[in-house]
C-alpha cells in the first residue's frame, strides 16, 4: 500500500497566517506542491492574521490551482503564533466532522513536498506521522518514543477533539498577566505536538512513523551534530518521505543526506 492510495479518501487541510510575506510566496508554495494538491477532490483552507489580506490568500489559491472544490475560513481572533495555531487546527479538525471524509491531511501552509511521497509505502494505520525531535530529546529517545511534528501529519476523521480549548483559554489568559513568559513556561507540556500526540493516544488510534528508522537516525545524528534545538526541523528535507518546512523560503535548504555526510 502506498501513501497515495489514502488520498481518494481524504482532505487536504492547510493553516496559515496571513501577512505581506505570506502574499508574496503563497503562489510559489501551491506551485511546488501542485502535483499532490491536484489529486484532492477537497482542499480546505484555514486562516487568521490582516483580515484584508486573507481575500487576497484565498483568490491566489483559486487563481492558481483554478479548482472548483476549495474552501476556506477565517478566524476572526487571532490570538498570537503559538494559540492562534493551535486554534486553527482546531477549526481543521471540526470542520471535517460529520463529513464523509476518512483522513484528513494537516498541513501548515509552509510545508512543501516532494514526488516521492506518493509512493510511500505504508501500513495500514490511523495516524501518519513524523516524530520531531531536537537536542534536548536525543537522550530520551527509544524506540516508544513519539513526539509528533505538527506541520504535516495525516489522521482519521475520528477523533474527539485536538487541541483542549478549555486549556487553550487558560494558558492565554495567564499569558496576559505575564506577557514576558513563553506559553510552554507558563504550563508544562503546552506545545501543538503535545496536545496531538494526547489525542492519538486517547482515541487510541494506529500508527505509522513515516520515516523508516535508519533514516530517522540519520536526522539524529544530523541534529546533535549541528545543535539543532527545534524541533519541527525547519528548512531541513526530510527525504523519507519527502517534505519539508520550508518556513524561510528565501534562505537555504538542507538535505538530510547532505548534511550526513560530513559528519
Not at 30 to 52: V, W
Not at 128 to 154: A, H, K
Not at 159 to 188: A, C, G, S, T
Not at 223 to 233: A, L, M, P, R
Amino acid at each position: 500500500m502506498k501513501l497515495k492510495d489514502l488520498i481518494k479518501d481524504s482532505i487536504y487541510c492547510t493553516i496559515g497566517y496571513v501577512d505581506e510575506k505570506h502574499l508574496e510566496t503563497l503562489e510559489q508554495y501551491i506551485e511546488q506542491n501542485r502535483f499532490l494538491l491536484e489529486k484532492f477532490n477537497k482542499i480546505h483552507i484555514a486562516y487568521n492574521g490582516k483580515s484584508e489580506l486573507v481575500p487576497k490568500a484565498f483568490k491566489i489559491w483559486s487563481n492558481t490551482l483554478k479548482q472548483s472544490r476549495i474552501g476556506g475560513t477565517e478566524l476572526p481572533i487571532n490570538r498570537g503564533q503559538t494559540y492562534g495555531t493551535m486554534d486553527l487546527d482546531n477549526e481543521c479538525i471540526d470542520y471535517c466532522k460529520g463529513k464523509n471524509i476518512k483522513y484528513i491531511w494537516k498541513t501548515s501552509s509552509d510545508t512543501i513536498f516532494f514526488p516521492q511521497i506518493l509512493d510511500k509505502e505504508i501500513e495500514q494505520a490511523d495516524f501518519y506521522y513524523i516524530n520531531g525531535i531536537g537536542v534536548g530529546g536525543l537522550n530520551n529517545y527509544d524506540e516508544s518514543y513519539f513526539f509528533p511534528q505538527t506541520n504535516f501529519y495525516i489522521i482519521k476523521n475520528d477523533i474527539d477533539y485536538l487541541n483542549n480549548v478549555y486549556e487553550i483559554n487558560e494558558v492565554y489568559k495567564l499569558q496576559q498577566q505575564y506577557p514576558d513568559k513563553r506559553p510552554w513556561e507558563l504550563k508544562q507540556g503546552f506545545e501543538s505536538e503535545t496536545f496531538l500526540k494526547r489525542a492519538v493516544e486517547r482515541n487510541n488510534l494506529t500508527k505509522f512513523h513515516l520515516t523508516n528508522e535508519k533514516y530517522f537516525k540519520n536526522i539524529m545524528s544530523v541534529i546533535e551534530k549541528y545543535n539543532i534545538h527545534d524541533s519541527s526541523h525547519k528548512n531541513l528535507i526530510i527525504e523519507d518521505p519527502g517534505v519539508c518546512h520550508l518556513q524561510n523560503p528565501g534562505g537555504l535548504t538542507y538535505t538530510i543526506s547532505n548534511l550526513n555526510k560530513h559528519i
